[in-house]
């Protein structure tokens, strides 16, 4: 099939469409508004609903809602307002409704400014807003992604019934590249557990509540065990150079396709070192961490951000090997230069 | 001849499976209170109009955050004052589905006033129905927007004051000043009388919603007997005397005879059909050959920046656009001045022989200058032995630099002299290919396909592509 030009932003909004979403509901906000502008084109057109609520707030209930009618919602933001969004998503999380989250990334905290920044990672990859709970999340790198890892999200949405997320940043939402679409999703199956207005579905009941202790023990021992199911069957990442590498480095979104630039160069320059990109940040690649902390290979974890993912590197390679951390903020996006002259000072290499 | 039996509305559970209380049959309500009326009403209304099995019940936070024990219906429990966003999510996703969004004062009035302002305002085709008892009952007495005026309660031990919390809200009357509502009254459960209207607007609003009319809300003064510290005689007197006066009974809005049934417009589009609606072209098939330009021009790291108008982002698009048709790897990256307007705007775009890492390009192999300040300030970034392009006919000064390759066009000139000098990016964009031999004019004008939103301006394009074509191919490096 034809490949596409487009913005990652514009590719969600195919992605989602793809998948058999039919319902967004949104409220603007810069740098994700584009994917709500996109929705409220596309959306209508092919049978689909598009709705500006009038809050986050507002939009993620509606998602709780739609979700809860067996159907596939999404709604997008930037990080204010994924903040006002937790309330739902936890919700969500608790009455176990599938549905797609985006946050393209801004700079914070408070109102911070409205250049890319991961500083998310904690509210997003933690679970967020109150409870027991964990949120599937996908890091697209490219436009490609953006449609592909969109798909990707509502089909785990709907085999482990959670919210899940995609979390990029403005670069990855306004930068073009060539997309390849796959053919629609046009037949979903009916949902057991969801109400769809109709006397099948009528004893169905969409509820977080558990007001006996016992009993939202069991509940939260439910939603474990299915994180653990998650952690077993999805974690995605990519390996670049990594068979000798002696040094390791890490991130995600926009900063992997900078460091992979500065592994090509340093490679030029015979320093053994390669690439480690969680596409998955819940699940995280702990195995493959792991495996390459006890072959003695030293950590750069890279982040536009005060440090977020760094301290799940460190707990997961239990001190088998040193793991730094190199950080811009504030919107600050690292040059493949300044990667490459820390690593080189850092590792002496 | 036909005699009524006295029963349980089969929109109630028959025995309440949910309820943890060891009683089925018992509401978890407190005696006196009016969620036990409310509900049989409504039980009984979705019953006559024979519509419990596609009606879905929001229970919402507060005392009647467990109506899913009760009713026979789908179930859906919503966050503390969401419920009429929940209502719009699962209405919207299922037109056909009867929604009772069921709220509290605290719920719909205070946390929740944003959601029933707006689901309103929408004209949503649900109905609300909202229970008006002047206090916070499940959390035990404290205040509510609707407390009224020297009213005690936890939270107010001194009576409510205006100075410090403000007057009660007027529900009903602050929903009558928005124009999408049908339906809107407010009565109450004070005695029979009071009760029979009560059951009369309560299978109103519910017609309202089965006929498609629009949103309907009923408030309902309801007593809380545990909440005021009185007992249910008591209770009831003081709505009467005291809460109706200052939440006056009565029709706010009936539109139900004028308002005309709206049923959305169902659309299945097919596969194929929908590749068409999201303008992805499945047939979409050019033929290229690609050229062999020589090894300095290979995988251009560029940039391009200009003045905001100039068509820059326009540019790259192009050059991206005419890269990936000849199925390079590409990508491109816009990045605005914080000085947008009259400032500059550029981006950075990548044509790549292999996969492009970072789309970012801090030294331009190719640096294309439309305006004055983009040469002053990226020139010295330029990569030695690089290319610089620039607009002669708008810069004044000549790069400095000695070690890279320059390419003078009078672009908006040229521009101007083919009709228009808004094409003095195509003009530049036709001239970088034909200097450097990257790609063939074939592959230009199909870029133009998608780069350039109005046909009728694909003429003059393809112009402005040639005239830079053969400047460019003219002044070709020795």
């Known amino acids: ?349 | 001849m036909a005699t009524k039996v006295l029963r349980k509305s089969h929109a109630f559970y028959d025995t309440y499976f949910r309820n943890p209380s060891p009683d089925k049959k018992m509401l978890h309500y407190c005696p006196g209170c009016g969620h036990g009326n409310v509900h049989k009403m409504i039980a009984e209304a979705l019953e006559d109009y024979d519509v419990a099995d596609k009606t879905i019940f929001i229970s919402p936070v507060g005392c009647s955050v467990f109506a899913y024990y009760y009713f026979a219906t789908g179930n859906i429990q919503a966050a503390h004052g969401r419920a009429p966003a929940v209502s719009t999510g699962i209405k919207r996703a299922h037109p056909d589905s009867i929604i009772i969004s069921y709220q509290g004062d605290g719920d719909l009035a205070a946390i929740g006033t944003a959601e029933i302002i707006h689901a309103a305002n929408r004209g949503e085709c649900i109905t609300v129905f909202f229970v008006n008892n002047a206090i916070y009952g499940m959390t035990g007495g404290q205040m509510a927007p609707t407390t009224l005026v020297g009213q005690k309660t936890t939270t107010s031990p001194m009576g409510r004051r205006p100075s410090n919390e403000g007057y009660p809200i007027k529900v009903a009357e602050l929903i009558s000043q928005l124009h999408a509502p049908v339906y809107i009254e407010r009565v109450s459960l004070h005695d029979n009388k009071q009760r029979a209207k009560a059951r009369l607007a309560i299978r109103k609003a519910i017609k309202c919603q089965v006929d498609k009319l629009g949103f309907s809300l009923v408030e309902i003064l309801s007593p809380c007997p545990s909440g005021w510290k009185m007992d249910p005689v008591d209770s009831m007197r003081w709505i009467e005397e005291t809460m109706q006066e200052n939440f006056p009974l009565g029709v706010y809005r009936d539109l139900t005879k004028e308002a005309e049934p709206y049923t959305p417009e169902i659309l299945n589009p097919t596969a194929e059909a929908i590749l068409n609606l999201l303008d992805i072209d499945t047939e979409l098939d050019f033929k290229y050959e690609r050229k062999n330009p020589p090894e300095k021009y290979k995988n251009p790291e560029m940039k391009v920046a200009g003045f905001g108008g100039q068509g820059i982002l326009l540019l790259g698009g192009a050059m991206a656009q005419a890269g990936m048709l000849e199925n390079y790897h590409v990508s491109w990256l816009p990045s605005y001045g914080p000085e947008m307007r009259g400032g500059t705007a550029n981006c950075h775009v990548n044509i790549r022989d292999i996969e492009v890492g970072s789309p970012m390009v801090s030294d331009p192999s190719v640096l294309i200058a439309m305006n004055r300040p983009s040469l002053e300030k990226f020139e010295q970034d330029v990569k030695k032995g690089g290319l610089i392009i620039y607009d002669s006919s708008l810069i004044d000064i000549e790069p400095t630099r000695k070690d890279i390759e320059i390419l003078a066009i009078p672009a908006t000139k040229m521009a101007d002299q083919l009709g228009n000098t808004r094409i003095a990016n195509m003009v530049v964009f036709g001239a970088y290919m034909g200097y450097t031999g990257l790609m063939g004019k074939e592959t230009l004008y199909e870029s133009l396909k998608t780069a350039i939103k109005h046909k009728r301006f694909l003429d003059i394009n393809v112009k402005a592509i040639d005239a830079g074509y053969q400047f460019g191919s003219d002044n070709q490096a020795g």
């Open chain 1, 1 to 349: 099939m034809a490949k596409y030009l487009m913005k990652g932003n514009d590719a969600i909004v195919r992605g989602a469409l793809l998948a058999g979403c039919r319902f967004y509901f949104g409220y603007p906000i810069t740098p994700a508004s584009e994917i709500a502008e996109g929705a409220a084109r596309y959306f209508p057109k092919v049978g689909g609903t598009f709705l500006q609520a009038e809050s986050e707030v507002a939009a993620i209930n509606m998602v709780y809602g739609a979700s809860g009618g067996g159907i596939r919602a999404m709604t997008a933001s930037s990080s204010p307002g994924i903040s006002l969004k937790q309330e739902g998503i936890s919700y969500a999380a608790g009455a176990e409704l599938p549905c797609v989250i985006v946050n393209i990334m801004r700079g914070g905290p408070g109102l911070g400014n409205i250049a890319p920044e991961q500083s998310d990672y904690n509210q997003v990859v933690k679970g967020g807003g109150h409870g027991n709970y964990k949120v599937p999340v996908l890091a697209p790198n490219s436009a490609q992604e953006m449609c592909s890892l969109t798909m990707k999200a509502f089909d785990i949405a709907d085999k482990y019934r959670a919210p899940v997320y995609i979390l990029a940043d403005g670069y990855i939402g306004q930068m073009m590249e060539p997309v390849e679409f796959p053919e629609p999703v046009t037949d979903l199956p009916r949902k057991d557990w969801a109400v769809y207005a109709d006397k099948e579905s009528k004893d169905n009941l969409i509820s977080s509540i558990y007001l006996d202790p016992y009993e939202l023990e069991k509940h939260n021992r439910k939603l474990q065990k299915k994180y653990a199911e998650i952690e077993k069957n999805e974690i995605m990442c990519e390996k670049f150079m990594l068979e000798d590498a002696e040094y390791v480095v890490m991130g995600y979104g926009i900063v992997s396709r900078v460091l992979k630039t500065a592994v090509e160069k340093l490679r030029d320059k015979k320093v053994k070192i390669g690439l480690l990109r969680p596409i998955t940040l819940f699940p995280f690649p702990k195995k493959e961490i792991y495996d390459l902390a006890v072959k003695n290979c030293k950590f750069l974890v890279v982040e536009m951000s005060n440090g977020q993912m760094v301290e799940d590197v460190r707990l997961t390679v239990q001190g088998k090997t040193t793991v730094d951390l190199y950080n811009r903020m504030g919107g600050v996006v690292p040059t493949t230069d300044e990667v490459i002259e820390h690593i080189q000072n850092r590792f002496s290499v």
